[in-house]
């Protein structure tokens, strides 16, 4: 396609609105939705979506903690363990390729391997997993479709290592160069996050079960030390 066809293109389609639900500003470049809303559809999968930050699961992370360390050795958060490890593991190389099909691979790939260097400890990334997808579990209305979740939980594990830019040398030009690593496109999160999510689904619900099941035995054993103080104060 021409360049004057594609600025045709962009001319005719800048002039529409829209597509996401409420939003009332003109669509950015050739897609359907304008520039903070295609954003939104990128990292967290939709237009309306909001992103998922610690600060919103820090009080699931809590629990998720300390149920761990009650039980270190089960089997189960074992092999969720290793599962989290394969799911972190980047593999061999893949070749490099930014856009069109297929370009999912390389980007997780890239990710992965920024996860590596970075020297993630699976044991933390499994924390925040579960962590996530325990607030799916306690508040749905927030994760109405499965790539939203999927996008929220890749999201918890790539902020584990920052970005950051770094410099290297260059033997051929004997010069130093500085590469950007830049946060994950919406294919590294779609490959992760639903990756993470068929593998620790349904460890992540068992999780989330015992916790409230401990946490309502909990509310009974205190519902049962001040029932004598309020019958004392009846009669």
């Known amino acids: 396609m021409s360049r004057a066809n594609i600025h045709e293109r962009v001319a005719a389609n800048t002039r529409l609105k829209c597509e996401a639900k409420g939003c009332t500003r003109n ?11 295609s954003r939104n559809w990128q990292h967290n999968g939709d237009p309306n979506a909001r992103a ?3 600060g919103d699961y820090a009080a699931h992370l809590n629990l998720v903690r300390v149920l761990f360390t009650k039980y270190p050795h089960s089997a189960a958060l074992l092999e ?24 999912e691979k390389w980007h997780a790939w890239k990710q992965r391997t920024r996860l590596k260097d970075g020297k993630l400890d699976p ?30 939980v890749a999201n918890a594990i790539f902020r584990l290592v920052p970005y950051f830019g770094y410099v ?3 033997p051929k030009t004997q010069r130093n160069y500085t590469s950007h690593v830049l946060p994950p496109c919406a ?7 639903e990756q993470v999510r068929m593998a620790l689904w349904p460890f992540a619900r ?29 009669a």
Not at 27 to 37: D, F
Not at 92 to 99: A, G, I, M
Not at 213 to 231: D, F, Q, S, T, V
């Open 80 to 103: 969720a363990d290793r599962r989290m490890r394969e799911c972190l593991d980047p593999g061999l190389p893949v070749k490099r390729k930014v856009q069109g099909n297929g370009a």
């Open 187 to 193: 294919g590294a999160l779609t490959v992760l996050g």
């Open 168 to 170: 290297h040398w260059n």
């Open 206 to 234: 068992t999780v989330a079960k015992q916790i409230e099941a401990e946490m309502l035995e909990e509310n009974r054993r205190k519902a049962a030390i001040y029932k004598p103080l309020e019958e004392r104060t009846d």
């Open 27 to 37: 669509r950015t470049w050739t897609k359907c939705y304008c520039a903070p809303c």
């Open 123 to 152: 044991r933390l990334a499994l924390e925040h997993a579960v962590a996530v997808m325990f607030l799916a579990h306690e508040q749905p209305a927030r994760f109405p479709t499965a790539r939203i979740e999927s996008c929220a």
């Open 52 to 54: 998922i930050y610690p």
